[in-house]
């Protein structure tokens, strides 16, 4: 398979057919730099809300500060499914040098970085790729993308084979920035099950129970994905990520600035806003585990990637999602049992079996994804169905 990288470099002034977007997907593709300058310039445009977490005290959820990032979260996550993080505690000169080591790989010429291939067509899904679009690649479109992908936490689970060698900082930066985001992940989930009204530890316990006779709790698994988006010559026909929503509970991301990243506004299922760089925070989504664990309270957000002609997006996304077959993902009890029950809106699940309804698109009558969401819905339905373990940003 030809790196996208290499079309990039090669002068070119058309993209390959393999490319271009089917013609009723081209409405709102454009240049990410025109389209974000639209957005960003229109009086009264939509914009994804900033979150400062700082002020929250695990030891003190109760007091004022700490309700005020509860409801502040709970907001975002209600009404956006996506917000920019602020207060995350991960020190700046850290996420500069993971920026420095993953663009630092990237810089490699493609042989030596094909030293850490994939090899999806065999289930090797972590390392080295460029990759086909809805991920079966029923239609035969690509995506404007290369990535790397590899277990981040816990470091037990990790093949270390994937991990580069050069730049030589990689593993020891990257190893710090994944306990960084361990520790927040804990965080976020904990305000985020008080904003349903449970206990703090609630949703992590709900990600890591094992199922089954002995209650065991698992790891919360962290994969991290590097995605590369070359320059494009028309960006105005391809996508560097299609329209999914993420299978993960979270999705933490960082990048170089360069624009790119879209959601959907939820509510209207038309309007799709532009993420800003604002300096010192994170973009944080929501995704289909913690949708499902939250029987729909919080959105699983529809994203999609631009690409633009000027400059080379880079983008860091952990995944934080449960173990594959061990943990059980169904609507809490905590809110459809007993008095004011919620009706479950979500048939239970492994993450594994998310995989394949969304992914490997093994969806059938039978296994109908959920009672289906009221008026957002329809504008969200396609692309659900594209969702992927390591799709985004």
């Known amino acids: 398979m030809a790196r996208v990288e290499a079309l990039s470099m090669s002068g070119a002034t058309a993209i390959p057919a393999e490319y271009v977007r089917p013609q009723e997907e081209r409405q709102g593709l454009g240049d990410a730099y025109a389209e974000a300058a639209a957005c960003w310039s229109a009086a009264g445009s939509p914009r994804i809300p900033i979150v400062d ?3 929250f005290d695990a030891a003190d959820p109760a007091s004022p500060a700490s309700l005020a990032v509860v409801d502040a979260v709970r907001a975002a996550a209600e009404d956006w499914g996506v917000m920019h993080l602020a207060g995350h505690g991960i020190p700046e000169d850290l996420i500069d040098a993971l920026r420095g080591a993953g663009t630092g790989f990237f810089r490699m010429p493609i042989e030596d970085k094909e030293a850490y ?3 999806p067509a065999a289930g090797r899904l972590e390392g080295y790729g460029s990759r086909l679009a809805g991920s079966a690649g029923e239609d035969g479109k690509r995506e404007w993308e290369d990535y790397l992908l590899h277990m981040l936490h816990p470091d037990a689970r990790a093949d270390h084979a994937l991990w580069p060698a050069h730049p030589p900082e990689y593993v020891p930066v990257t190893k710090s920035f994944g306990e960084h985001v361990s520790a927040l992940s804990s965080r976020l989930l904990a305000i985020l099950s008080l904003g349903l009204g449970v206990q703090a530890g609630t949703l992590e316990r709900r990600l890591r129970l094992t199922s089954g006779e002995a209650q065991v709790e698992d790891d919360l698994l962290l994969k991290l994905k590097i995605n590369y988006y070359p320059r494009c010559p028309q960006p105005e026909l391809a996508v560097g990520v299609e329209a999914h929503t993420d299978v993960s509970a979270l999705s933490f991301i960082l990048t170089n600035g360069v624009p790119g990243l879209q959601v959907l506004r939820p509510g209207d299922g038309q309007t799709w806003v532009t993420a800003r760089d604002e300096p010192g925070t994170l973009v944080v989504h929501v995704g289909d585990a913690l949708e499902i664990l939250s029987n729909g309270r919080y959105t699983s957000v529809l994203h999609r990637v631009l690409v633009n002609r000027q400059a080379v997006r880079v983008s860091w996304v952990v995944f934080a999602q449960p173990p594959p077959d061990s943990v059980l ?17 979500f048939e239970p699940r492994t993450f594994r079996q998310q995989l394949e309804r969304k992914v490997l698109k093994k969806t059938n009558d039978q296994q109908e994804d959920e009672v289906k969401k009221q008026p957002v819905a329809a504008g969200r339905r396609r692309g659900g169905a594209h969702g992927r373990e ?3 940003e």
């Open 53 to 55: 977490v700082a002020a």
């Open 390 to 392: 390591e799709g985004a």
């Open 117 to 119: 291939a994939n090899d």
């Open 329 to 345: 993902l169904r609507p809490m009890p905590e809110l459809v049992q007993g008095d004011g029950a919620e009706t479950p809106r």
